[in-house]
């Protein structure tokens, strides 16, 4: 486990405003969200969703999540290596990515959109395997991105059967 006294460098508001990569894998500030900056970044997906779901064709939807999985590997990786933790848990940035995969193929209403955040953070918590596996063994930018991708994947197979089951 790691701890606070670990860091090269402490999380802050003034870190994150040092340069955009940090700003971005600290999903906006929400990483420094104590106690549970997971959750915290996971519902900064929700207004980014909202607001890009009216914009984009499903396609280019997408092609953004592509593009923001792929600096996502390397903003995670400078910031880590500035923090000298690998996967500081404030970094959120792949909480965001992986949870806009799962709101795009979500059903639409609340209920839906409830049931795939729960799903999702505990997925993203629990970490069954592979993901645990992973998890401890990938490291770096791709390591931090990448297991957030497999929570993901469960949570919609888990929304599919829930789906199946109910019509």
């Known amino acids: 486990m790691t701890t606070s006294a670990d860091f090269r460098v402490q999380p802050s508001w003034r870190f994150i405003f040092s340069h955009p990569a940090h700003f971005l894998s600290f999903g906006f500030g929400s990483g420094l969200f104590p106690g549970s900056p ?17 914009r984009l064709t499903d396609a280019q939807f997408i092609l953004v999540l592509i593009l923001a999985f792929a600096v996502g590997v390397w903003m995670c990786e400078k910031t880590g290596k500035a923090l000298g933790v690998p996967d500081h848990g404030g970094m959120v940035w792949d909480e965001i990515v992986a949870f806009l995969l799962v709101l795009i193929f979500t059903p639409e209403g609340f209920f839906w959109q409830l049931l795939a955040f729960l799903l999702f953070r505990f997925f993203d918590i629990v970490k069954p395997p592979p993901i645990r596996h992973f998890d401890r063994t990938w490291h770096g930018g791709l390591g931090v991105m990448f297991d957030d991708i497999l929570a993901a994947g469960y949570t919609l197979l888990s929304l599919a059967l829930v789906k199946s089951a109910l019509l």
Do not use: S
Request: charged share 5%.
């Open 38 to 54: 997971g959750t915290a970044g996971t519902l900064v997906a929700f207004p980014i969703y909202w607001y890009l779901v009216e």
